[in-house]
């Protein structure tokens, strides 16, 4: 299976502790293809998919210095992925709400993504910096208030997918 990696710079990842590291060694072992992009290669363009427009398929190494080796690069649509994974962490800026909104869009073309988007963009972890905790604070608030029976399916499923 394909798995698409939305995270970081993979130059900067320390492998003796990322998670994200320990998640792709153990998708190579049991035989997935490797492929990764930042949140700013994701793009949408009138009347086409969401794409990873410098998405890169890695083969993992043994040595910590060089621990991957890109085999190859191109454009990939989210959809086509068997498995699209956001590992970047917040900060909760322009760049990463923007990327939730895309790999929104990108489910509703059938990509599978994890972590779901919109769970990410609602969650008070999506928020770091001191300056905006107080922000994510009212929206903690609100979207924890008592609903009435008659509440939509997404927003049960929203106020579920935050236990995660």
Request: charged share 25%.
């Amino acid at each position: 299976m394909k798995l698409l990696f939305v995270a970081a710079p993979l130059e900067t990842f320390k492998t003796a502790k990322d998670s994200t590291f320990a998640m792709m060694r153990e998708a190579a072992r049991r035989g997935h293809q490797l492929w990764t992009c930042q949140p700013a290669d994701l793009v949408w363009r009138r009347g086409s998919r969401v794409v990873a427009r410098d998405a890169r398929a890695i083969a993992l190494g043994g040595d910590a210095g060089r621990w991957f080796e890109v085999v190859a690069e191109g454009e990939l649509a989210l959809a086509d992925a068997g498995a699209v994974l956001m590992r970047k962490d917040p900060p909760f800026d322009s760049e990463y709400f923007y990327a939730t909104h895309l790999l929104q869009q990108a489910e509703r073309e059938g990509a599978k993504v994890f972590n779901k988007p919109q769970a990410l963009r609602d969650t008070p972890r999506s928020s770091r910096s001191s300056s905006s905790r107080s922000s994510s604070a009212r929206r903690w608030s609100r979207a924890t208030r008592p609903t009435s029976a008659a509440s939509t399916p997404s927003t049960a499923t929203s106020s579920s997918s935050r236990s995660t």
